[in-house]
């Protein structure tokens, strides 16, 4: 029997609810004459049912969407200050996610599972699609050596990764999250694809050993070393075993950035403006090129390790 | 900022962006509502004080944001579109229980928004009357009430619960 209401509001309401919520339990008198009206009344033993069945199925209901990956950008409010653990682990990731699509270029990879990536790959897929090859490498006998910012390039020494079985497909340079990136496909003496990225280390990543990632779709392995991060992607279930791949590839593997070699001195002014960063002398060294842009805040800085599983 | 109140916002963010939800009904306002309250929760970041944790901190600035911007996170059932709230959540059916996820989902987006708040922290989030007055910032009569209006009116939208229920009992 449903008492009298108040504003609009049964009284039985008020206390179903206040006892559903567990209020009562610091009333003992209270809960338990509560309890006598509960054992002669139906309807009020429906109304305590139903508010009880409705709280499980909320909080059931809302469990499942804790599952769901959170999109980058909700970190980056946090990024103005103090890198959060979190992004330092993303922005490897997100590098990671970019050079798979890349490898959706070298093709092998499928382009359905654009529909069906989650972030980070999503939040990058915008970017690559605007990532486009900027300049032509130098390539010369064991050495691959590209620009990387204002005056200063990168060598691969691409003689060592060979002599580990690889065999290098395409080379090219593009922007990835608007940097430069030496992107090198190999396949390996099977005939899988690995792919190798090389960038100027940003600078709020801070020194990490190689760091495993796993996505729907491909694995990576991220490390840094003095002045540049690698990045090193495969598919998964048809690629190589990247965590052994890049144990044995990461000593001989150990491009760093260099001056800026003659060869690669353009014969007209960086029109874009990268701004020199004390490296090496000579800005506006490389050609100027589309989506080759400066990279704000690109001063080296030390922190505490990204989280992930280090191999 | 100390890197543990960072790691306790981190540690949120899911919680908030869920709480959002809640309060928006779908998921690009929430994401929104949840961005505009970390960027404010960063400048604000001064007045924290360590009574009552991060994510109480958090969900209170995300609540008054949510109120003092609501033409912006467009709510409800009533002024969202039924496909958009419907496909919003992307729920699975409950098991093994009376009612789906996505019913009492709709249920909850049906009420208004000052009830819907009440009704998430104390049921989903588990928050006591006195904290979720403190993170609506009313009185605790405030609090009981939209409760047990919440409670009556989600009864009211989902009687097929009470039908299977006394189906069930008559087995």
Redesign the interface.
Known sequence: MSRSTRNGLSPDALEASAYVDGVMDDDPARRAAFERRLADDPGLRERVAAYRRQGQALRQAFDLLLERPVPERLYHPLERGVLPARSRVLHPLAVAATVMLIGLGAGWMGASYIGNQASPAHAVLKDLRQGHIVADILSAEGRGTAPLASGIATAVPTARVQASGLTETERSMMTVGGRPALVIDYRTPQGQAVTLMVQRRPAHLADTRPILLREKGFSASVWTGDTTVYTLISPTGTGPDIAALTAHLRDGLSPETIPMPAPLTPDRPLASGLPGDGLAPGADAIPAVPGLGPMPGDVPAAGPPPEGRNL | ?D?EV??G??QA???L??YA??LTGNWDSA?DL??DS??R??RKSHQWRRHGGIKAWLFRIMYRQFLNRRRLFRPSAVEAEPDELAAA?N??N?QE???A?????TA?MALPRRQRAA??L???EGY??DEAAMLMDVPIGTV??R???A??A??AA?PE??RT?RLRRVK
């Open positions: 900022m890197e960072e790691r916002i981190v963010i899911p919680a962006r869920r939800l809640a994401d949840t961005q970390l960027e929760a960063m959540p729920l699975a409950c229980r009376h009612m996820c996505d019913d009492v989902f909850l009704m998430y104390v049921s989903v006591t009357y009981r009430s409760l047990a209006r409670r009556d989600m009864r989902l619960q009470d229920a």
